[in-house]
């Protein structure tokens, strides 16, 4: 029996049928509104499992913290769905803010992870920390999307202010790692004062270049410095059930810190450099149609999980610079 009629020809129908076999409940209704002309009410409730008693989010919704805590890593990622449908607002999101009023340090920002009992389930690269310290990679984004949507809370005043201070600091000390400048970026997309947002954009975009903390050209990708902190040859898991040794770096590609083309990154690049890169983004979807994980995971559950995800934000970033995805 001839079953090629029967296999998926295009980006979109190949993702659709991974996201089918492999996503949960949250990831199938986002691929249905995105793609599909899906609802946005569906997006919302599966969402609400995720939900804390708290007003935060937990229950493994950033697939790389496991279990049930709120943590402030969910919470950027419930505020991404949120944006995404267009309902980053309301009495959900005024909860929200008020978990993160209580969690805020007293710098007036968002911890990198919250004290946890012993047997937390994180990475052994990613320690729970005592939380009295305010980070840009929790902060950035959460900050972000809540100026994004217009979002009135006293508690984005300190916390805006934080994210100033801590992109000068970006700007002027030590080397940035490269997530420091998504969670940058994530800000500056967003933050209200766009003239100064620009100008802190231009100055972040030169250091970046100079310092080569993107990949530029993916194809030699492997030729480029992994972040530091990141060394090879670390025991990750392997989906499959097998625990090899392999290349766990996290170098960021021009696509991921340019998501769309009216981005405060899109002027650091070139657009010979901007199409290269989304061209090894399009190349990049398995035989399965899903997108693979760059990142390392460390549980198979943050594996399964993991990739739908990844897959849903390729597809919505090639949309978003015109690419057709059949």
């Known amino acids: 029996m001839d079953r090629s009629a029967a296999v998926p020809s295009s980006p979109l129908a190949r993702a659709e049928q991974f996201v089918w076999l492999t996503a949960r409940v949250l990831e199938q ?3 249905a509104y ?3 002309g899906g609802g946005a009410d569906p997006v919302e409730t599966a969402l609400a499992a995720y939900l804390g008693d708290d007003g935060g989010y937990g229950h493994a919704l950033e697939p790389e913290l496991r279990g049930p ?6 919470a950027a990622h419930a ?4 944006d995404g449908i267009g309902r980053c607002g309301g009495r959900r999101v005024e909860l ?14 968002l911890p ?3 004290p946890a009992p012993p047997g937390a389930a994180v990475a052994s690269w990613n320690p729970v920390a005592d939380g009295s310290a305010g980070d840009l990679l929790a902060t950035g984004p959460v900050v972000g999307l809540l100026h994004r949507n217009d979002v ?6 300190r916390a805006t202010d934080f994210c100033w201070a801590a992109i000068a600091a970006l700007e002027e000390g030590a080397a940035p790692r490269p997530h420091e400048v998504l969670a940058a970026v994530a800000f500056l997309d967003s933050a209200p004062d766009r003239p100064r947002a620009l100008a802190a954009a231009e100055r972040l975009g030169r250091r970046v270049r100079k310092q080569g903390l993107v990949v530029l050209d993916p194809e030699r990708a492997e030729d480029h410095p992994l972040p530091e902190g990141r060394a090879r040859g670390e025991r990750a898991f392997v989906p499959g059930g097998e625990r090899a040794f392999a290349p766990v770096g996290e170098r960021v590609f021009v696509y991921e810190v340019a998501r769309t083309p009216d981005s405060a990154a899109r002027p650091w690049f070139t657009d010979a450099e901007v199409e290269r890169s989304l061209d090894f983004l399009a190349d990049s979807q398995g035989e399965d149609g899903g997108w693979p994980l760059r990142r ?3 549980a198979p559950g943050a594996a399964l999980e993991g990739r739908p995800i990844v897959t849903i934000e390729a597809l919505l970033t090639l949309r978003a610079y015109g690419r057709a995805l059949g």
């Open 29 to 31: 209704r986002r691929f």
């Open 34 to 36: 995105h793609f599909l």
């Open 69 to 74: 805590r709120s943590r402030p890593q969910h």
């Open 79 to 82: 505020l991404r769905v949120l």
């Open 96 to 109: 929200l803010c008020r978990y993160l009023t209580e969690i805020t340090t007293p710098d007036g920002a």
């Open 112 to 114: 990198a992870h919250r």
């Open 152 to 157: 009135w809370h006293a508690w984005l005043f």
């Open 296 to 298: 390392r995971p460390w």
